[in-house]
């Protein structure tokens, strides 16, 4: 065996070893300094390291800036930056790319982001700090760059103290706040003069790392988009640390903010290069609210509302008095009940001339209410409850039916012409009113209820506060709810339409005793006392303060509907119970009332959804908008008696209506048969004429508002011409209905000068609409909304008690003598 020697044995080994893989030499960080450029080039095999050393002082935080730059387009092949810190690593590529709408890309080639400040702890004493920086390529050629490293100065915010800074997409910037020990609350405020570029205002917790880029900052903290002005509130319960970051990211596009795509210079990989877009931002954190302010915002809003139970009260008890001192005067008049009664009420009452024309003397008109005896009148006047007795029992009296096409033709109406039927059944008729609206209230707001919970529970586990509309210049949260103010405001609605609810029924059950009390002659004075409608007038003002509490619980535009709904029955209930007054007998069903309501409410909701310079939706609707005019008109001007039969086939129903046009307007075109109520609906229809030309013409972009005027408006009309009727046939106002005439009207007056303060929109994006935004104007709590949720419950109160009070002069006067208008 003969054996290799010993050099040719080693050289072999060395000629394997040279075949094996070896690990590549660890590359040797080059010292470096802050503030000082340094240029280089990287590829495939050359990369290249940097070690920047600081110190840290206890209580004091620095935080780094790192800035690159490489002039390569090169999208294969970008260069990669890796900065390693104590605590976490970040790490980004140039060209940065950020993606917009239809796969867009914006690139930039200038990159700068501030690194995750470490704070040592107190009793640590100062800390070394290393950070590396690591640059490289896959690239085969070299590809130069240019790296800066500053230290940052004023990276902490202060307290009522203004900062101006800029950002830009592929240079956000974030700063630390924290938290004084006197402070439990702040408010962040961030203003730019320009609108343009859209920007994302971020609070975020001291956590590694920061998001600070357009794709990840939602990912975490809470933020909302901003145009010229943004406001977040954070509370320090919120931040164990009691401290946070505030990151300020401008977008690539300003579609978010309602701006359009931008039109640049592509080439045709649809790829934007460094579009300039930098912004000018200033931050101002200043203190919140502290809890007293919460208490006393609270005990003002309940006191204020207590007045008007006292006053209420006083009232009652004026009444009272003045009751009791009428009834002893009574009790030791000279005069018997006989002579008193007899005194009040004349043999015969005198006729107008020409109201012959179809005409019903006495003894038929008191045949058909069949009121021969006291006795049977008690019974028929009495509100006993009778399974038998249902809303199909109205006309069961024969005379009636045969008489009321004639009685309704007369040139002159008087209320017992319109108040034939039973008591009894008319008020379970607008009884109906009353319980429906519960229902109705009771199916609606809990859906209502669990859907607003949800909202804010999205808004407080996602921090998205582009999620609601709320003015968050004056949003004071409390517990879950990000804008209690906005919802303690409403509580108004609900005490006011409570204390209706105690009204009503105080007059009810006065009525109640009355009619007991006195024989059934009485019931042929007054306007009749049927109170189903007011009591469905107060749950329906209490429903809208309910409502509109849960609408602004996360105002936005999938739940408007929640703020106006109960406003459209509120505004149509009030214009049934002005036309029951002097109509009862003829009045709308509930069922038809509130199946109009619900036609309506559907109308607002594809109005705001189809509405916006849709216009096709507009002549629709004002199609729909004159011909009900007129459809109303002509059962208001014919008392109910114009009927239309859907079973014609022979178009007779043309051939009526010509000959109705014929009679009426040509043959007596000079003066109309009724000219008082021709005159109440020319000028209505002239109103919804003109509203339907107007959103034709405009196409107003809040339908839901412009909808509700349409109801106010008539309702305001109604009311007027009901007003000077009353005077006109020689009425009085007493001094209660007068005193509410004129408070209703300034009070909405001011009302309606705060709602039009718009401080937000959600017709428009939430950038957009925190532009709008206010600081508070009472008490530094509640804004202009707010206090137009004040006064317009006061005003809707008014409003309700003048409806209530307006005929009470009319108690003593026979109804043969009441004027129908």
């Given amino acids: 065996m003969v054996v290799p020697p010993a050099g040719a044995l080693c050289a072999l080994l060395c000629a394997l070893c040279a075949l094996l893989p070896r690990a590549a030499p660890a590359l040797a960080p080059a010292p470096a300094a802050f503030d000082r450029l340094y240029q280089g080039a990287v590829s495939l095999r050359r990369e290249q390291l940097y070690a920047f050393n600081y110190s840290c002082r206890p209580g004091q935080v620095d935080a780094v800036r790192v800035y690159v730059k490489s002039d390569s387009e090169d999208l294969q092949y970008p260069v990669l930056f890796v900065v390693r810190q104590q605590k976490g690593v970040l790490s980004w590529q140039v060209p940065l790319i950020f993606r917009g709408l239809y796969q867009r890309t914006y690139n930039y080639q200038e990159v700068s982001r501030t690194l995750c400040p470490t704070e040592p702890a107190p009793d640590t004493g100062p800390l070394e700090q290393v950070i590396f920086v690591d640059v490289a390529s896959m690239a085969p050629s070299p590809i130069k760059y240019e790296l800066l490293v500053t230290r940052v100065k004023n990276f902490q915010l202060m307290t009522d103290k ?198 019903i003397d006495e003894s038929s008109s008191s045949g058909g209410r069949q009121m021969s005896s006291p006795e049977h009148g008690l019974r028929r006047g009495s509100d006993t409850d009778s399974s038998v007795e249902e809303e199909s029992d109205f006309d069961t009296m024969p005379e009636i039916e045969s008489d009321k096409n004639v009685i309704r033709t007369k040139m002159f109406l008087y209320l017992s012409d319109l108040s034939r039927k039973d008591r009894r059944i008319v008020s379970k008729k607008y009884k109906i009113y009353f319980w429906n609206i519960i229902t109705i209230a009771v199916f609606y707001a809990l859906p209502v209820v669990q859907l607003v919970i949800t909202y804010q529970t999205v808004v407080n586990v996602t921090g998205n506060q582009d999620i609601c509309y709320y003015n968050f210049l004056c949003a004071h949260p409390l517990g879950v709810l990000s804008a209690f103010n906005n919802v303690l405001s409403n509580m108004g609605h609900v005490l006011l339409g409570f204390l209706f609810l105690l009204i009503v029924l105080h007059r009810d059950i006065l009525h109640r005793h009355t009619m007991e009390a006195k024989d059934a002659c009485t019931l042929e004075y007054g306007i009749p006392k049927h109170f189903g409608l007011f009591y469905a007038m107060g749950i329906a003002l209490m429903m809208e303060g309910v409502l509109s509490a849960c609408y602004h619980v996360c105002p936005n535009y999938s739940n408007f509907q929640f703020d106006t709904s109960f406003m459209y029955m509120i505004a149509g209930l009030c214009m049934l119970k002005l036309y029951q007054a002097r109509h009862p007998d003829i009045n709308a069903s509930a069922y038809s009332a509130y199946a109009s309501f619900a036609v309506v409410i559907c109308l607002a909701v594809l109005g705001v959804v189809f509405g916006k310079n849709n216009m096709w939706f507009w002549a629709i609707f004002s199609i729909i908008h004159v011909f009900a005019s007129l459809a109303l008109s002509t059962q208001i001007y014919y008392m109910g008696r114009f009927k239309i039969d859907v079973s014609d086939t022979d178009f007779g129903i043309f051939r009526r209506a010509a000959m109705v046009l014929y009679t009426d307007c040509i043959q007596q075109c000079s003066r109309p048969m009724y000219m008082d109520r021709m005159v109440l609906l020319v000028a209505g229809n002239l109103v919804n004429w003109s509203f339907a030309i107007f959103g034709l013409v405009y196409r107003p972009r809040d339908f839901a508002s412009y909808l509700l005027g349409i109801f106010i408006c008539n309702l305001l009309l109604y009311l007027a011409f009901y007003i000077i009727m009353k005077l006109r046939s020689s009425e009085k106002l007493l001094p209660i209905p007068l005193f509410c005439i004129v408070a209703t009207a300034i009070v909405w007056g001011a009302a309606l000068y705060f709602f039009f303060q718009n401080l937000s929109s959600w017709e428009e994006t939430p950038a957009e609409s925190r532009e709008k935004n206010r600081p508070c104007a009472l008490l530094g709590f509640f804004d202009d909304h707010d206090i137009w949720h004040f006064l317009s419950a006061a005003a809707l109160f008014f409003s309700f008690l003048v409806l209530l009070t307006l005929d009470d002069d009319l108690d003593t006067v026979r109804r043969d003598q009441i004027p129908v208008f």
């Fill in 162 to 359: 203004a900062f101006n800074f800029t950002a830009s997409p592929s240079q956000p910037q974030y700063f630390l706040y924290k938290f004084p020990q006197d402070v439990d609350s702040v408010i962040i405020k961030v203003v730019s003069e320009t609108i343009y570029p859209c920007s994302v205002v971020s609070v975020q917790d001291i956590v590694c790392p920061v998001y600070d880029l357009d794709h990840n900052v939602e990912f975490n903290g809470v933020y909302q988009s901003m145009t010229k002005q943004a406001a977040i509130t954070i509370q320090k319960k919120d931040f164990t640390g009691e401290q946070f970051f505030v990151v300020f990211v401008i977008k690539p596009e300003d579609y978010a903010c309602g701006g359009s795509v931008p039109s640049t210079i592509q080439d045709k990989g649809n790829h934007t290069w460094n579009l300039q877009r930098t912004k000018h931002l200033q931050v101002t954190i200043v203190p919140s609210i502290p809890e007293s302010v919460y208490v006393q915002a609270m005990l003002f809003s309940f006191l204020s509302f207590l007045s008007f139970y006292m006053g209420a009260l006083m009232v009652a008890c004026m009444h009272y008095v003045r009751a009791r001192r009428k009834m002893s005067a009574e009790r030791y008049s000279p005069d018997d009940g006989s002579r008193t009664m007899a005194a009040s009420r004349p043999i015969t009452a005198g006729t107008p001339e020409g109201s012959s024309y179809g005409a």
